[in-house]
């Protein structure tokens, strides 16, 4: 590889890394229902203010749960019959009125259908500091290239370098990833780790450019990497 490709690999890798947190999360539901929904709903916990929304979506069309979004009182006034019930079942309780664009609509049934809060909290990744020994020293095989990504593609540390034990470690066309888990913390840079990045691009766009075991091994590495090289921290919840 010549200096001048190895550079500009870098680059692109290092630009992706260094991004906010907030640059790499996507908008999506999950925000929506939080923000409109959970305050008076839950999703597999019981009643609140208003029923229990797990299989609404099995319960009620999509028509209908449009129209109740938009505007509940709309539809109990016009004498629905399963409205009707509701809105006496729940103590007659005015359910607000939601000025959604009818995308925001839809895709706020579709994460309902999809499974809603109980689905994304399966898929959350594991937290790093729940990694064992082996699993750091995976994560810095993997970072170093020892152990090739089963994708194939380049390490980390074919443009990073990390400190470890007080000495460089990898390459320095890239940044110094030593203390990327503090920038990110877990969940973005979990996040940062399955996305594409140039020196580790593939071929299908909706594959990561590592699996879901090797990205948590490398960030519990990072994590360790990024304690190791700070002050002693006060003990408290894990970072």
């Not at 129209?67 to 509701?86: C, F, H, M, N, Y």
């Amino acid at each position: 590889m010549t200096p001048i490709r190895a550079q500009f690999r870098a680059v692109i890798c290092g630009a992706a890394l260094l991004l906010p947190a907030t640059a790499l999360a996507a908008t999506d539901s999950a925000a929506l229902f939080a923000k409109k929904c959970s305050g008076c709903h839950t999703y597999g916990k019981g009643d609140r203010v208003g029923p229990d929304l797990k299989g609404v979506t099995d319960r009620r069309s999509r028509a209908w749960l449009t129209s109740w979004i938009r505007s509940s009182q709309k539809v109990v006034e016009a004498g629905d019959p399963i409205a009707t019930t509701l809105f006496d079942k729940y103590k007659r309780e005015r359910m607000p009125d939601q000025n959604l664009p009818a995308e925001d609509i839809a895709a706020l049934v579709d994460y309902l259908a999809a499974g809603g809060p109980a689905a994304a909290d399966a898929s959350r990744p594991r937290h790093a500091s729940t990694a064992t020994l082996a699993d750091i020293a995976l994560g810095r095989e993997l970072f170093l290239g020892s152990i090739a990504a089963k994708n194939g593609g380049a390490s980390c540390g074919s443009c990073h370098v990390v400190q470890v034990d007080g000495a460089s470690t990898g390459a320095t066309f890239g940044s110094d990833l030593t203390h990327v888990y503090s920038r990110f913390q877990d969940a973005a840079l979990s996040l940062a780790l399955r996305r594409p990045c140039f020196p580790r691009a593939f071929d299908k766009d909706t594959a990561g450019p590592l699996t879901a075991d090797e990205a948590f091994a490398v960030k519990a590495f990072l994590r360790q990497a990024d304690r190791a090289a700070s002050p002693q921290r006060p003990k408290g919840r894990p970072r």
